[in-house]
């Protein structure tokens, strides 16, 4: 078996964990490759790419959520489970938490999990009829405008149905897994991540009355963006960008394939809820 293992953020107990989860799976026989980001932390390892040819079984992400998605770029590369281990603050998307990493990879060795597969979206960049960028995202899509500039206007159209014009800051498209994250904090709804849906969020709308719209996956997105501005983004995932031209036009889908997230416990989607929102349920 070969597991991949990701961090981002150099802090010393993250760096520890990682350390002690690495030995911890050699003791096991297993083969451990790391990200080339980390490579001076870890010299004796190999190292995954995509240009690669070695094929990671697992992938482990040790942080918080931006960890996660940014690890889940190479899980949907491989097509392979990926699962987080706790460091941030929200963790929706991690699910091991600091006391029971060892017990949970013992587990995973085991054979002892399930997978849960989320939908994710795929984002087309199209500029004078040519397809320029295809990105992956897990959690969403974002249109945002340089807070400098001007309002951005977004045609939305699903299929070939044209359902709003916005003059807003921005616009979120987001997954069912990402209804919790910068979405809803724009005022969008909790979506049960198993549902395959797609939400539409104006940010910061001029008018009042565009609301936050929830479509099925199986429709296809195709947003029409002008602006004046040669900073306006497409942000995925909240860390990757792509610079939009005027009239650029972005097709958003749900592709076929999913993330494949590994579950060690019964723990569902509303206790997690009731843990970090703190409801009282």
Known sequence: MI??????????????????????????????????????IFPALELYS???????????????DGTFLETAQTALFYNIPIVGINFGHTGFLTNIEEEEIFSSISDILKNKYRIEERSILSGTIIRNGIEMDTMLAVNDFVVQRDPFDKILIVDVFLDKMKISSMRSDGIIISTST????????????????????????????????????????????????????????????????????????????????????????????????????????
């Not at 690669?52 to 942080?63: A, C, N, Q, Y």
């Not at 963006?225 to 792509?242: A, P």
């Open 178 to 281: 990402g209804s919790t994250a910068y979405s809803l904090s724009a005022g969008g709804p909790i979506v049960d991540p198993l549902c395959d849906n797609i939400i539409i969020n104006p940010l910061c709308p001029h008018k009042l009355s565009n609301r936050c719209v929830i479509v099925p996956g199986n429709k296809t997105l195709y947003l029409t963006i002008s602006t004046k501005s040669e900073k306006t983004c497409l942000i995925f995932d909240g860390r990757h960008q792509s610079h939009l031209m005027d009239m650029d036009h972005i097709r958003i889908e749900s592709p076929l394939q999913k993330l494949k997230m590994v579950f060690l416990k019964e723990k569902n989607f509303y206790q997690i809820l009731n843990e970090k929102f703190q409801w009282g349920l």
């Open 50 to 64: 995509k240009e690669k040819s070695t094929k990671v079984d697992l992938m482990i992400s040790i942080g918080g």
């Open 3 to 40: 597991i991949g293992l990701h961090l981002r953020k150099r802090i010393d107990a993250i760096i520890r964990t990682a350390q002690d989860v690495s030995r911890f799976l050699l003791s096991k026989k297993v083969k451990v490759i790391v990200s080339p980001e980390i490579s001076d």
